[in-house]
């Protein structure tokens, strides 16, 4: 009789998104009259830029010739987009990263769900409070993350690093030493950032503990402040100590195309074993490649147009960021985020919990968003509002919110 992997099992409740699906499905329902705006969900709604669009064309194209055709992608990903994202994001910086350390995928979500698995069962993960869910519950399915303690809504084996409005939404070098530690930076979901002296501070532990931190820079488009770093290379001493995550999903508009990354340089090494090795193996064996037409339009992603159509599309959200960030501090809402990410982190009002104010956003502004709470503990009395819709959407939300 077969048996099922019991890891599973003990993944708490629903998925955020579900229920939120939920809610709003049956508030539809009732009230079939009322416009919904949907701020919750983080996914784009621009349509991909143009030089994206002719680049995709042209691989395709491609396809149906012999001579063009191209079947299988080498292990690692097409060397014309590897060469494209070392010089682009990373040489021209100043990083020592090669097209050899770069390993290209279908998204970030996938390769931060996968990279645990090249690590012992029984390291020890510190993951911020709030989180990528993603981090957490794929641990949980590979059974690192000990019992669930449902009051406190955390794992036992787990270090939780809370960010809140007393830490300025960054966390704090944790008490209990880690073996691996995710960062997000920009931060989904509070919208926060650390400068690069803080994030050396991380570089400097990690490396004196023997710790890896996986940096998810998924939202590194969306800087606007100087002091904040773009990748993680940009500290001195990540390459002993630091993989990347890297997608095109925020950048570029790839979330339906799909396109990513994880940065692997050759210097991490636990004992005498690269980490790059085991990824490497783990791809071959595991993987078969982006497909070409879409690494083509990556490519695009760092030709002289692609590069003014994209930050064009960052300013559009960006200006949207603005409207909610703005118009909920006149409201007299606290808020933060929205500088350098994409994601508003208001705290709810009158001491409403993050589901209260969500249903009460969602029966008197006919707005969605997305509570804190789903996030994890620290996330409670916060509720987060994404840039990714249209404008006159946005700009709409916020009357309506201001008008409460
Ligand atoms: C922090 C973070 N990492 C990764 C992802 C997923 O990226 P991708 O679309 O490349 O899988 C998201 C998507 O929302 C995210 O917020």
């Given at each position: 009789m077969f048996r099922v992997n019991e890891d599973y099992l003990k993944l708490p409740g629903s998925y955020l998104f579900s229920m939120i699906g939920r809610k709003v499905a049956a508030f539809t329902q009732a009230n079939p009259d009322k416009k919904i705006i949907r701020l919750g969900i983080g996914d784009v709604t621009q349509p991909l830029a143009p030089a994206i669009i002719e680049s995709l064309h042209s691989a395709v194209d491609?396809?149906?010739?012999?001579?063009?055709?191209?079947?299988?992608?080498?292990?690692?990903?097409?060397?014309?987009?590897?060469?494209?994202?070392?010089?682009?994001?990373?040489?021209?910086?100043?990083?020592e990263i090669k097209a050899d350390e770069i390993f290209i995928s279908d998204g970030a979500k996938c390769d931060s769900g996968n990279i645990q698995e090249i690590f012992a069962k029984d390291n020890k993960i510190a993951v911020c409070d709030p989180v990528y869910p993603v981090y957490?519950?794929?641990?949980?399915?590979?059974?690192?993350?000990?019992?669930?303690?449902?009051?406190?809504?955390?794992?036992?084996?787990?270090?939780?690093?809370?960010?809140?409005?007393?830490?300025?939404?960054?966390?704090?070098?944790?008490?209990e030493t880690p073996d691996i530690i995710y960062l997000c930076f920009p931060n989904n979901p509070t919208g926060s950032t650390i400068t690069k002296p803080q994030l050396q501070e991380w570089v400097d532990y990690a490396n004196k503990v023997g710790a890896v931190i996986i940096y998810d820079?998924?939202?590194?488009?969306?800087?606007?402040?100087?002091?904040?770093?773009?990748?993680?290379?940009?500290?001195?001493?990540?390459?002993?100590?630091?993989?990347?995550?890297?997608?095109?999903?925020?950048?570029?508009?790839?979330?339906?195309?799909?396109?990513?990354?994880?940065?692997?340089?050759?210097?991490?090494?636990?004992?005498?074993?690269?980490?790059?090795?085991?990824?490497?193996?783990?791809?071959?064996?595991?993987?078969?490649?982006?497909?070409?037409?879409?690494?083509?339009a990556g490519e695009a992603v760092y030709s002289e147009a692609g590069k003014v159509q994209l930050q064009e599309q960052i300013d559009y959200y960006m200006r949207n960021a603005g409207v909610?960030?703005?118009?909920?501090?006149?409201?007299?809402?606290?808020?933060?985020?929205?500088?350098?990410?994409p994601y508003i982190?208001?705290?709810?009002?009158?001491?409403?919990?993050?589901?209260?104010?969500?249903?009460?956003?969602?029966?008197k502004a006919n707005v969605v968003g997305t509570p804190g709470s789903g996030f994890g503990p620290s996330g409670e009395g916060y509720f987060r509002l994404t840039a990714f819709g249209s404008y006159e959407n946005t700009a709409a939300a916020i009357e309506r919110i201001k008008a409460l």
């Open positions: 491609e396809m149906a010739h012999a001579e063009t055709f191209r079947g299988y992608a080498p292990d690692l990903g097409y060397e014309f987009l590897r060469k494209a994202m070392a010089e682009n994001d990373y040489q021209s910086k100043g990083c957490v519950d794929t641990n949980v399915m590979a059974g690192r993350t000990g019992s669930y303690d449902a009051g406190t809504e955390t794992w036992s084996d787990v270090i939780y690093m809370p960010c809140t409005k007393e830490t300025d939404f960054a966390p704090e070098l944790p008490k820079a998924a939202y590194e488009a969306y800087i606007t402040e100087k002091n904040v770093p773009h990748t993680i290379y940009e500290c001195v001493g990540a390459r002993t100590c630091a993989i990347e995550l890297r997608s095109f999903s925020k950048n570029a508009g790839f979330t339906g195309v799909r396109l990513g990354a994880t940065v692997i340089p050759k210097d991490l090494k636990a004992g005498d074993v690269m980490l790059h090795s085991l990824w490497a193996r783990r791809h071959g064996t595991k993987y078969n490649g982006a497909p070409y037409i879409v690494q083509r909610i960030y703005k118009g909920l501090k006149d409201a007299g809402y606290n808020v933060s985020g929205g500088v350098n990410a982190w208001l705290e709810t009002p009158k001491g409403m919990t993050s589901w209260e104010f969500f249903d009460y956003l969602l029966e």
